[in-house]
């Protein structure tokens, strides 16, 4: 095994039963009592405490055990795999209580995981190393409450144990920001650890763009490779899905998807097939992007932008996952003729620009050859915002091919609003190759994850590689230490953390304002 595939343990801002994984630990107890949070992941919870099968469960015997799928949730292809992990029925007095019981997690995660169908990214293949995912779990109650600092020092540390003995990567995923704040600051405090499967120079390049984040300064510019992450279709595998619900004949199929039509002419002629058979063509393509969760290339890009980010996808996966990580988005449909606000309009707020549209509203998707010939409007919107709002902020590209024609545009209108310069944009490829230097870097930085040639093979550790850097870039865009005030967070902190805590407090008291860190 590679360092590259080493396992590894991701922090995600957002809600557990939102994100695209192989398995998700559903905490609950002896009496296999769930939370209302986790009934639609769970929709037998009530009749759990019958089970036969989890009589190792109930006398604690086992702290985990793995559901088989549930009829509701027949169809969901990426349905992850879900493990009841037991909580401590009473209270307890030390974090450490917890340490066996997310080791059984893993354990059971990855042994089901096995003999179930892995997460399938939008190529096709499954995931390089399978994700599996846990919330801070007994945290609230029976003593976890004032020591969650302590709780969440020992999870990093369990779950990055575990990950190594399951060959499994880990997500913790954390809806409070103080939680969110701490476990990224323990992370960066522990740096050789956290990202020993991400090679140094790409850690680099994650620091030095994490300052323009916590400047406010970094704008994502989001393509299909982010939603792909989710399972999301690929152009190809996009027209192919549209072709077989009209039963398009296989040569005709052939001759669409490997002939010499261009993509947008393609998109054409599948749009006038769907007008022959009175079908929805954009309600279609707005059903095959969606997916019910977000991946994790989604999840940690919403944790790093702050209040500007654009993207050319259809899905609502991003604005989904900013919501998850409290940082909910208006979304400005670029589809929709007028819909784009003004740039003055957009300076103070949360925003995401979706340029071809989005599928909540399938009228406004951009796919076809007249829908591009009607875009210039739009485009000259782009530009007008990327000039007023865009000069002193860094976009940083991400999920494009750079033979990508929408990226070569979108490049052109940026460089026509701010001229030349490397340090103005940062395009994330996937892998290396010497012809993009000389092609594009007098006009942006371009950082290949892996250091080797584009092959089918790599391209799950690729994607893979992606995501392990958007996680480094998360936890360093994070400087919030909002969590030093909060007495549940005490149990724990250094004698230092809790002297800078003291200061804060006499500041407090003696100014009349609260403390609170923007990021």
Not at 236 to 260: F, S
Request: hydrophobic share 45%.
């Amino acid at each position: 095994m590679t360092s590259n595939d080493a396992p590894h343990v991701f922090v995600v801002h957002g809600d557990l039963t939102q994100l695209a994984c192989d398995a998700i630990m559903i905490p609950t107890d002896a009496r296999l009592r769930v939370e209302e949070h986790w009934h639609g992941v769970v929709p037998e919870h009530a009749a759990l405490a019958a089970r036969p099968e989890l009589a190792a469960f109930r006398d604690q015997t086992t702290y985990a055990h793995a559901l088989p799928p549930h009829p509701l949730h027949e169809g969901d292809d990426h349905a992850p795999v879900r493990v009841l992990t037991a909580v401590p029925l009473h209270g307890y007095q030390s974090a450490d209580v917890l340490r066996p019981r997310i080791r059984a997690f893993v354990e059971e995660a990855a042994r089901a995981i096995a003999g179930h169908r892995e997460f399938v990214i939008g190529t096709g293949q499954p995931r390089a190393v399978p994700l599996v995912a846990m919330p801070l779990f007994s945290s609230r109650g029976g003593g976890g409450s004032m020591r969650r600092t302590s709780i969440i020092d020992m999870v990093l540390d369990e779950a990055r144990i575990a990950a190594r003995a399951n060959g499994v990567d880990v997500a913790l995923v954390v809806r409070e920001d103080p939680d969110a704040a701490l476990a990224q600051q323990r992370r960066r405090s522990a740096a050789g650890d956290s990202w020993s499967a991400v090679e140094p120079r790409l850690v680099e390049v994650a620091r030095h763009l994490a300052r323009y984040a916590l400047a406010n300064r970094i704008v994502p510019f989001m393509g299909a490779g982010v939603s792909m992450s989710a399972g999301a279709p690929g152009w190809r595998e996009l027209l192919g899905k549209l072709a077989d619900a009209i039963d398009l004949d296989a040569g005709t199929c052939d001759a669409l998807l490997h002939g010499k039509l261009g993509e947008l002419d393609q998109a054409t002629y599948l749009e006038r097939r769907y007008a022959d058979t009175e079908r929805d063509f954009r309600g279609e393509v707005s059903r095959l992007v969606e997916r019910p969760r977000y991946g994790l290339a989604p999840a940690l890009l919403a944790a790093t932008a702050d209040e500007q980010a654009i993207t050319l996808n259809y899905d609502t996966l991003f604005e989904r996952a900013s919501t998850a990580a409290r940082r909910p988005r208006r979304v400005l449909a670029g589809g929709s003729r007028g819909d784009l606000t003004s740039p003055a309009d957009t300076v103070s707020e949360r925003w995401l620009l979706k340029l071809h549209g989005s599928a909540d509203e399938p009228s406004t998707i951009v796919l076809t050859r007249d829908d591009y010939l009607g875009f210039a409007a739009d485009r000259s919107a782009l530009s007008a915002i990327v000039k007023a709002n865009l000069l002193t902020r860094h976009l940083l590209f991400v999920g494009f091919g750079l033979a990508d024609d929408h990226f070569h545009e979108i490049l052109h209108d940026v460089k026509r609003a701010v001229g030349t310069s490397s340090t103005a944009a940062t395009a994330l490829t996937l892998f290396d190759d010497p012809l993009n230097a000389a092609l594009w870097g007098d006009s942006l930085t371009i950082v290949p994850m892996l250091t080797e040639p584009a092959s089918p093979d790599a391209l799950p550790r690729a994607a893979r590689t992606l995501e392990l850097f958007l996680d480094a870039l998360a936890a360093y865009s994070v400087d919030s230490e909002s969590y030093l005030l909060r007495d549940e967070y005490a149990d724990g902190l250094s004698d230092s953390e809790l002297a800078v805590r003291d200061l804060l407090r006499e500041l407090m008291r003696t100014t009349g304002h609260s403390y609170e860190r923007k990021r």
